[in-house]
């Protein structure tokens, strides 16, 4: 199996979706299918007497047009485990960010690592946290 990834980036959000096929593409022919997909999805979109200017922005289309490449050999690609934590956080002090519900594990890790700190790195006035 080959995974691909397709989506779309703006200046604040981006979302990407990632597919896997039996066949190797190379980056132009990833470029047709996914070409072919928006085709696809737009002219689905079309049919819809609600859409509007903003139904055809490639942020609204995705998930159609990803439907239509499911249709074509595409599979999604499926994660036994997916490990995150909040980037911003320091990762030697238990209380940076510790109001931030993004995901226990960075709490636990942050009190797994904090015997690794030392009060200069601790020093928040002589650093940005």
Request: hydrophobic share 35%; glycine share 4%; aromatic share 18%.
């Amino acid at each position: 199996m080959y995974i691909y990834k397709i989506g779309y980036g703006t200046y604040e959000e981006s979302e990407f979706v990632e597919l896997s096929h039996k066949e190797k593409f190379d980056k132009l022919e990833m470029e047709e299918w996914y070409t072919k997909a928006f085709e696809w999805a737009i002219l689905e979109k079309k049919k819809d007497p609600e859409a509007t200017y903003y139904s055809f922005t490639f942020q609204h289309l995705l998930n159609l047009a990803t439907d239509w490449l499911l249709t074509q050999g595409f599979s999604r690609v499926v994660y036994e485990s997916i490990t995150s934590t909040f980037g911003w956080a320091n990762t030697l002090n238990p209380r940076s960010w510790e109001d931030c519900s993004l995901g226990t594990l960075t709490g636990k890790l942050q009190e797994k690592f904090q015997k690794h700190a030392t009060p200069e790195i601790l020093d928040t006035d002589k650093h940005w946290d």
